[in-house]
């Protein structure tokens, strides 16, 4: 693989002054592996433990990084891993700080995921869009393989998800300015509202406004358990 990087400025006085600014940071076709013997290897999804990264591309520029901020324009990030992971494209204008964490103009693109947010956490408070993005279930599960035990998604692990939000709020208590959602042939649910309680899904409380949903029932034949959808419907 081949790395560039042009250090701007590097600056070691005593902590916390320090600080480092790189210009330009380029990686290309490079792999990166992480191995963690005390573990035992994971048969399906990612394994944190055992990690192997490859055709990894990297573009960066205007780096900061100190104890007070990191910040950086992140161009492109491309790479594989050997769970199936093929993550094609990546980049946005990243900030975090004590008190601020904001990601601009995110995209990230799977095979078959196309996800494009921005997004702001300023003092617990938080401000996402989610603009028109199609999730795939499939790399939900590279993640989270445990999920496949709930039969809904063991039937829908092909099936791609397409979302479109805005939400805000303190950590506990987000507010839905919209939010829409489709998947399958026909299968649409859109609604706005309040959620409280996010972090504990056993006292998590909805008020949601108006819902308009509407499917076929070729859809629920797909998303629902083998049984449960009345003979009568048509």
């Not at 092909?158 to 805005?166: D, F, T």
């Not at 507010?175 to 899904?201: R, V």
């Not at 859809?219 to 629902?224: F, G, S, T, V």
């Amino acid at each position: 693989g081949t790395f560039t990087c042009l250090l701007d400025t590097f600056n070691l006085k005593s902590p916390p002054s320090w600080f480092v600014n790189v210009k330009n940071l380029d990686i290309a076709n490079s792999s990166l592996g992480y191995e963690n013997t005390s573990n035992s290897v994971l048969v399906e999804g990612l394994d944190p433990n055992h990690l192997q990264f490859s055709n990894i591309v990297l573009n960066c520029r205007d780096i900061r990084f100190s104890p007070a901020k990191i910040s950086m324009d992140l161009l492109l990030l491309q790479v594989r891993e050997k769970c199936g992971l093929n993550l094609q494209h990546l980049s946005t204008r990243f900030s975090y700080d004590s008190t601020h964490l904001s990601l601009e103009q995110c995209e990230l693109q799977t095979g078959k995921s196309k996800i494009k947010l921005s997004v702001s956490v300023e003092n617990r408070y938080l401000k996402a869009d989610l603009h028109n993005s199609d999730i795939a279930i499939s790399y939900i599960l590279l993640v989270q393989p445990s999920l496949l035990q709930q039969t809904i998604i063991a039937r829908n692990r092909n099936a791609i998800v397409h979302l479109k939000s805005i939400l805000e709020g303190s950590i506990d208590k987000h507010l839905i300015q919209n939010l829409e959602c489709s998947t399958g042939s026909n299968t649409m649910l859109k609604t706005q509202g309040l959620i409280q309680g996010i972090q504990d899904t056993k006292t998590m409380y909805a008020d949601l406004g108006m819902i308009e949903f509407k499917t076929i029932k070729k859809d629920l034949e797909i998303l629902l358990p083998e049984g449960m959808l009345p003979a009568k419907i048509s």
